[in-house]
């Protein structure tokens, strides 16, 4: 058994930084990478630049 949680799923990091890069958003106001995903009011999927606080869904 490993000794920590690392040693378990250090071989799925590989996969794990691919798809986080291949799904990575940008702004398409001022092109930062700095993107969060919000709720909007009626359920929908919406995202704001946390840089320039540009919105979009």
Avoid: K
Wanted: hydrophobic letters at 35%; aromatic letters at 8%.
């Amino acid at each position: 058994m490993p000794a920590s949680i690392l040693g378990e799923v250090g071989h799925l990091s590989g996969a794990a930084w691919t798809r986080e890069t291949a799904t990575r958003l940008s702004c398409p106001s001022c092109g930062s990478a700095f993107v969060a995903q919000v709720l909007g009011d009626n359920g929908g999927i919406s995202y704001v630049c946390t840089a320039c606080r540009h919105s979009w869904s």
